[in-house]
């Protein structure tokens, strides 16, 4: 598992830019008024070539009576449960204020490797006396940072790292697979990982929302060594005004950050709702190997083409999900359950499949020979060769003479000549088209 590493602080201390800065992306919002970072944001970093995630966290107020204020310092203290590293940043313009040292004093209690950070030293070369003042919240030497222009923010890394825990080479068991079960609340994820693991191991009620955090269960048999990840459900964002709730969509985005496969359950009585879609477009969006789990099957009436009809639905209604298979089960009474292990090594292998250069650019002939690539104002789009760089998901990066002229169309047409050789089934493809000439 990658590092998670916290910025924390009070609010409008800069720590949405310092997140940006070193993510390299616009990801979180950043404004002047306190308090526009209300969730945890994950961003994935790398650093003298350890990749590790950082979160953004909502400013901590510690003593207030307003909501989202009170929301968000219980947002910063998930992240600061589950962080390895902290950053705790301070801003040098309003110097060491009361709400710092009582911030400071939270996180003291946490146990956590500490680094202290002074924002908004914008000028090199001279140290701004009051920097000196920040000794006394006895965290060691403050780094001086500058989130705008991002002076210091190495110096910040190179600290951060120094607590890491040595580098496993990434998986601690690589013929374990990585399995998170999401969906929506009340669709029978925790139900179906104890019909997997055949004990109670997690809380089932029909209450909504009941498993609340993401709960790792080790399970072996004869298919193989696995790890299952019941996430909490996630909800619409409109039924989301418990604190608690929210932070159930952060555990769970993360949970499928983790997972090499991820089940997406889907309840059979009701059919693919909005909310499907939208869980389902999270680990699409990871790149995730994904199978499309439809529970609670012995609770629909049945005639001979009920599945086949339903079949249709989730693939109308999931269509940017075609390569990911349906099985259709009982949690509750474990029919089918068993098939899953086959489908879960399947699309896992899948989506570690590796192409040789060769064979990918003879597909790439044969597919321009049949469908010529567009034209426009004259000229054609010349596509000169394909090569794998990555696996899950296969990530094929395109060299053309014009990216411009790569439309859209001819990407997904490319994606499915791919597919129709390859198979590829239960896994996205990421397809990058790049100029000759650009640097790899």
């Not at 040098?92 to 009361?98: E, R, V």
């Amino acid at each position: 598992m990658k590092p998670l590493v916290a910025i924390v602080g009070r609010p409008n201390v800069g720590k949405s830019m310092l997140f940006n800065k070193l993510i390299g992306k616009r990801l979180a919002i950043v404004e002047d008024t306190p308090g526009v970072t209300r969730d945890r944001i994950y961003g994935e970093c790398e650093w003298v070539g350890r990749k590790f995630m950082l979160v953004d966290t909502g400013g901590i107020e510690p003593r207030t009576d307003d909501q989202i204020l009170t929301f968000m310092r219980e947002q910063a203290q998930i992240a600061i449960d589950h962080a390895d590293v902290i950053i705790f940043l301070t801003d040098i313009k309003t110097g060491l204020t009361a709400s710092d040292q009582e911030v400071a004093t939270m996180l003291l209690k946490s146990g956590k490797p500490i680094v202290l950070a002074v924002n908004k030293m914008d000028s090199t070369g001279t140290l701004d006396p009051d920097y000196y003042e920040f000794y006394n919240l006895g965290m060691g030497d403050p780094v001086a940072v500058s989130a705008v222009h991002g002076h210091g923010t190495g110096d910040l890394l190179d600290r951060c790292i120094e607590y890491f825990p040595p580098d496993d080479g990434e998986d601690e068991d690589d013929d374990t697979i990585k399995v998170a079960v999401i969906g929506k609340p009340n669709v029978g994820k925790s139900s179906l990982v104890n019909r997997i693991l055949g004990q109670e191991r997690v809380i089932v009620s029909n209450v909504a929302g009941t498993t609340r955090d993401a709960i790792d269960s080790y399970f072996e048999n004869e298919s193989g060594k696995y790890v299952f990840i019941d996430t909490a459900g996630m909800r619409k964002k409109s039924k989301v005004d418990e604190s608690i709730e929210r932070y159930s969509v952060l555990r769970a985005t993360m949970a499928i950050d983790r997972a090499d496969v991820c089940l997406i359950l889907i309840d059979a009585t009701e059919g693919v709702t909005e909310q499907d879609t939208k869980v389902a477009g999270l680990a699409h969006e990871a790149g995730k190997a994904c199978i499309i789990v439809v529970n609670k099957w012995d609770l629909v009436e049945k005639d001979g083409k009920t599945m086949d009809h339903m079949r249709e639905d989730v693939r109308r209604d999931l269509a940017y999900m075609t390569y990911a298979p349906v099985l259709f089960i009982s949690a509750a009474t474990g029919q089918r359950v068993p098939r899953l292990f086959e489908l879960i090594n399947y699309v896992h292998e899948q989506s570690c499949t590796r192409i040789t250069t060769g064979m990918l650019n003879n597909v790439l002939e044969d597919a321009q020979t049949r469908v010529q690539p567009p034209t426009d104002k004259g000229r054609r789009l010349k596509i000169y060769y394909m090569t794998q760089v990555g696996v899950k998901p296969p990530h094929f990066v395109v060299f053309c003479n014009d990216a411009r002229l790569f439309h859209f169309s001819y990407r997904r047409y490319l994606e499915n000549c791919i597919r129709s050789v390859f198979g590829l089934e239960g896994t996205p493809i990421v397809l990058t088209v790049r100029e000759r000439g650009e640097k790899e």
